[in-house]
């Protein structure tokens, strides 16, 4: 028979410091009864206001509940929408994945995922609901994009939920937390890349929810849940999933004081359970997959999780304390705000919360971890970010901290956006600082001056309620995202755009040409290409020993990577391609030509 652990007798109860207000059970259950009895006789009362029982969460009218979840589910697909209507996947990430998943399509292979002909390290769930999706609609473009969008929708309406768990006090302020979320540049312009990084933030989220259940609850069961969504964690992110995961769990004993919790011997027998469990349902892949191919290549998935989820968008080779600059950049503009900053500085005294000891221990323990890691990149940041926007949702929305003034000038957003406005109408002027985007010193003065007329503006204004407030930030970064997301791919998608050249490639292909690439090759040219052949990647120094060996073929370069000696020879396409060339050479005139400028014999 199984043993019920919800109540241990061997350890007394202890009171709740969930909600960072301890109260007498008996003096509160007196007090309500009083109010009851004051309320039902028709009688007002006299002196201070009694304190009454919050609304419960479940308890908003479902109209009003179903009117939130289509405002959060329209400010996130207005990015999407936006970047879906001006622009193309872009090299290289996207037509990365793009070409794995075209790959696994033509080769009707869903077990093995392949970049260019070659198997390749990356989880495999991604790519599985892309050929699901294109069984269902055909193969389009828009699907795969759409994907990390679903995701990301479906993790802000389990935030909540995941509140709701961390401050059991029946708020209704939880039911906003979607917004302070959604609230964020980093994250929703995220939202529109074509990466799986969303995956990751879902299932890290499902697990962290299954994890302050199993606290909760104390039931012995939830870790056949909590074992399921890390197994599903670890087929769309591999080992990245435990990394979010297992620190914050085993770190329990830190973030449950004052609470009754199952002993810790069965809190750890559970998570070691789960931690099998997962393993188990991701060796239902990775044992078959191994099986066809050498397990050295998919083995970086376990031990090399963030190689694989390394982007080329973002350079990698930065600093140890490189993380630590893009927290704030992550969390913009809830860092900006200097409100929920003064009531963490105000409340530090008091008893820390259960739920603000669990997100500032999520936050800081992975992000410790994650310092050692050698790739240091934003992505990986996306998955902790609700750690820190659910202590600031808190902070902000939580009635009892109405002690802590907000109607002040200074908790305002005024300062902040006049400084930031300085700022940026200065920094032309200054020396260019390295490690910041090129972009901050081409910008006019005039848009720093203009931030700065909003922020004395906004200062004129009555200040709305936080509810309102939040809600106000969150339609402001929606529409400035979904305007810079047009703006770029109206200015910069023809730079991007490579459906001319994968036709030319797959016209070649057909023709029975061999292709070269001159450098590497990461599938730009696949998808759109629909090709069914690799391409050969040549380097460059090896690029004209080759075109006088294939006389009858096709070279792909860009200009920085190799370009022909002859002069006279003109491409057969060529396009302005990010910030240099890229062109297509026929090598049957070249080879002779190449020949002769190296002194080699062509072949016949």
């Known amino acids: 028979m199984t043993k019920d652990r919800r109540h ?67 400010l996130a697909l207005l990015a999407v929408v936006a970047a879906l209507a001006t622009r193309t996947a872009w090299p290289t990430d996207e037509t990365r994945f793009l070409a794995i998943a075209w790959e696994m399509w033509a080769r009707h292979d869903l077990l093995v995922p392949h970049l260019n002909g070659s198997p390749t390290s990356v989880a495999p769930m991604f790519f599985w609901l892309v050929q699901l999706g294109w069984s269902a609609a055909g193969v389009q473009e828009w699907w795969p994009r759409l994907i990390p969008a679903l995701f990301m929708l479906a993790s802000l309406f389990i935030a909540p939920r995941v509140a709701a768990l961390l401050w059991p006090s029946e708020e209704p302020w939880a039911r906003r937390v979607p917004f302070v979320l959604l609230g964020s540049f980093y994250w929703l312009a995220s939202t529109t890349l074509l990466t799986p990084d969303f995956l990751t933030v879902f299932f890290t989220l499902l697990a962290v929810h299954a994890l302050l259940w199993m606290w909760r609850t ?30 914050i769990a085993l770190l329990a004993p830190l973030w449950t004081g004052g609470t009754r919790t199952m002993p810790w011997s069965y809190w750890y027998a559970d998570l070691f359970k789960a931690v099998v469990l997962a393993f188990g349902i991701f060796a239902l892949w990775f044992v078959p997959a191994a099986a ?16 694989s989820h390394a982007l080329d968008l973002y350079d990698g080779a930065r600093p140890w ?29 008091e008893p820390i919360s259960n739920g603000l000891t669990f997100c500032m221990l999520w936050g800081t323990v992975t992000v410790a971890v994650f310092l050692l890691s050698p790739v240091r990149q934003p992505q990986l940041l996306l998955p902790l970010a609700p750690a820190f926007f659910l202590a600031a949702a808190w902070l902000v929305l939580d009635d009892r901290l109405e002690k802590h003034d907000h109607s002040r000038l200074a908790t305002s957003m005024v300062f902040p956006l006049m400084l930031l406005g300085g700022v940026l109408a200065v920094l032309p002027k200054l020396p260019r600082v390295e490690f910041l985007p090129d972009v901050l010193w081409q910008l ?21 309620s936080l509810s309102q407030r939040v809600t106000n930030m969150t339609v402001t970064v929606s529409v400035l995202t979904t305007l810079a997301l047009l703006a ?8 991007h755009h490579v459906q001319a050249a994968a036709q030319k490639i797959a016209s070649a292909q057909q023709q029975g040409q061999t292709v070269a690439h001159v450098g590497p090759y990461t599938g730009q040219f696949h ?29 792909v370069t860009t200009v920085e990577n190799w370009q022909p000696r002859t002069a006279g020879t003109t491409p057969l396409f060529d396009q ?23 002194h080699l014999p062509a072949s016949p």
Not at 292 to 307: D, E
Not at 444 to 464: D, N, R, T, Y
Not at 488 to 495: A, K, S
């Open 576 to 598: 302005e391609y990010t910030d240099t060339r890229l062109r297509l050479w026929s090598t049957t005139g070249l080879a002779d030509a190449a020949a002769a400028a190296s």
């Open 444 to 464: 006019s003065p005039f848009v720093g001056a203009a931030i700065i007329v909003v922020g004395v503006a906004a200062g004129s204004l009555p200040l709305p």
């Open 488 to 495: 770029l791919g109206w200015q910069f998608n023809d730079r």
């Open 321 to 349: 304390w490189w993380l630590l600059v893009l927290l704030p950049a992550v969390a913009f503009p809830w860092s900006l705000w200097p409100l929920p900053w003064v009531r963490l500085w105000d409340i530090r005294r």
């Open 8 to 74: 241990d007798p061997k350890k007394p109860p202890r009171a709740d410091r969930s909600t960072a207000r301890p109260t007498d059970s008996t003096l509160r259950n007196l007090k309500d009864f009083v109010v009851e009895e004051i309320e039902l006789g028709g009688v007002t009362p006299v002196g201070p206001s009694v304190h009454k029982q919050k609304k419960p969460l479940a308890a908003m009218p479902w109209w009003r509940n179903f009117m939130l979840r289509v405002a959060v589910t329209g």
């Open 218 to 247: 104390r039931d012995q069961r939830v870790w056949l849940l909590l074992g399921l969504e890390l197994g599903l964690g670890l087929l769309a992110s591999g080992s990245l999933i435990l990394l979010y995961v297992l620190p």
């Open 292 to 307: 066809r191919v050498k397990v050295a290549t998919l083995a970086p998935l376990l031990s090399a999780p963030f190689a």
């Open 527 to 555: 998808f759109h290409g629909r090709l069914s052949h690799p391409l050969v990647q040549v380097s460059a120094s090896e690029a004209e020993t080759w075109v006088i060996a294939h006389p009858d073929a096709i070279v």
